[in-house]
């Protein structure tokens, strides 16, 4: 296992991916989307996997998807934002890298989700469905080495933050 990647994790809406794109040039990494390598490998679109083979296939998908690209090294990876429930992802992105958590308010998640349709969890009413998964997923996101609030921040800022944390802690 390499344990030299920077692994994004958080809420749907809080910037994973945008940020990852960013951040990684900064740090010489490659960046790479767990979602996306499901997506690329299985030829079907992320709500598709959910409605013909269910969530438990998805979330085995998603377990080889994090183990793959955490083993590749050198990566900023987003991952989806539940692929923190289960025990054994967290503790392959503790001992893969360093973990970074970005927290973001509801308005905001709110705003940024209500973009695109792709979110098979967030089918139905969206306000209902954010609300009771952000109630659910309040403390799944504390084990990070790092926990950034998004709220406010442009993509920019969140990667100067990392960028210097990372920097402070050496990891
Ligand atoms: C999910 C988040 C999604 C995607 C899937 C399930 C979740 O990724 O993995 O729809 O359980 O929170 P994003 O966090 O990138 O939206």
Known sequence: MKSNNVILI???????STVGRLLA???????????????????????IIFERYGEAHFRKLEKEALENALEEGNKVIATG????????????MLDGGY??????????????VSRDEDR???????????TTLLESRKTAYDFAHLIVDTSGL????????????????GC
């Open 10 to 16: 958080g809420f749907m809406g809080t910037g994973k």
């Open 25 to 47: 040039p900064k740090l010489g990494y490659s960046f790479t989307d767990t979602d996306h390598r499901i997506e690329q490998e299985q030829g079907r679109s992320i709500p």
């Open 81 to 92: 934002g539940g692929a923190v429930l289960a025990e054994a992802n967290r503790k392959a």
């Open 99 to 112: 973990v970074v958590a970005l927290k973001a308010d509801k308005a905001t998640i709110m705003a940024r």
């Open 120 to 130: 098979p969890l967030l089918r139905g009413d969206l306000e209902e469905r954010v």
């Open 154 to 169: 442009s993509p920019y800022e969140v990667v100067e933050y990392i960028v210097s944390k990372r920097k402070v802690t």
